[in-house]
């Protein structure tokens, strides 16, 4: 069964310090890996989206890293902020033709000052 | 600016009624989807649509319908409303550019069936 898992479900960190958020995936065959951001209240925005040949990839704090071979992936922040207090979603596509998106739960931060 | 919207943000209806959610995009984007997302649970596809007349149906289509008659909106419809609809709905709207493609959501509808 095709499966996309989260951990941990909800984080709480002190503002500056870095964290680092995993999804496990089942997915199979693998077309690319995305993680978004959602505010609460609004839709999720793409952060990044990471092909099976990528292991890394940045946009500014947050970098994703992605390893085909355990079927895993972390989105790392670095000196969090109050407005990264959101749900990261962690999103796997399925190789096939048309658009299958497996969805994780995603994880809840919450970054206090 | 281009960009995705929907209406209305929230919404109460009663159990049994048809409703109908908007959504619309000015990214001329091909291809646009249904979701909706509760707790305990990651967002599901409803419906999505890869152009003018053609849809499909998600994983969790049942009691919904779309129709496509232009590139710029796909409204969503619940034919007879459940209980069980009780969720905030996502409209998005993308475009392949090589080999991804990403999702851009729209805001979000709150719908509450009584």
């Known amino acids: 069964k095709n499966q996309v898992e989260q951990s941990p479900q909800s984080l709480i960190i002190l503002e500056g310090k870095n964290c680092t958020l995993q999804c496990n995936y089942t997915v199979s065959p693998f077309s690319n890996l995305r993680w978004y951001k959602q505010d609460t209240g609004r839709g999720p925005v793409s952060l990044t989206i990471m092909t099976f040949s990528e292991n890394t990839k940045s946009n500014g704090r947050y970098t994703a890293t992605l390893d085909a071979d355990t079927k895993q992936s972390s989105l790392h922040i670095t000196a969090s902020q109050l407005s990264d207090s959101a749900s990261y979603i962690c999103?796997?596509?399925?190789?096939?033709?048309?658009?299958?998106?497996?969805f994780g739960k995603g994880t809840t931060l919450s970054v206090s000052s | 600016d281009a960009e995705i919207t929907q209406s209305p943000r929230h919404k109460i209806t009663e159990t049994g009624r048809q409703v109908t959610l908007a959504c619309h995009q000015t990214w001329n984007h091909n291809n646009m989807f249904w979701y909706r997302q509760d707790l305990g649970h990651g967002l599901r596809l409803i419906h999505y649509?890869?152009?003018?007349?053609?849809?499909n149906k998600g994983e969790v289509s049942d009691g919904y319908s779309v129709s496509r008659s232009n590139t710029e909106d796909l409204p969503l419809t619940l034919e007879s409303a459940a209980s069980s609809q009780t969720s905030v709905y996502f409209c998005?709207?993308?475009?392949?550019?090589?080999?991804?493609?990403?999702?851009?959501f729209g805001p979000g509808t709150r719908l509450t069936v009584l």
């Open positions: 998005a709207s993308s475009v392949r550019i090589g080999a991804t493609d990403t999702q851009y």
């Open positions: 999103v796997v596509s399925l190789q096939q033709a048309g658009t299958a998106l497996i």
């Open positions: 649509s890869y152009g003018v007349h053609d849809t």
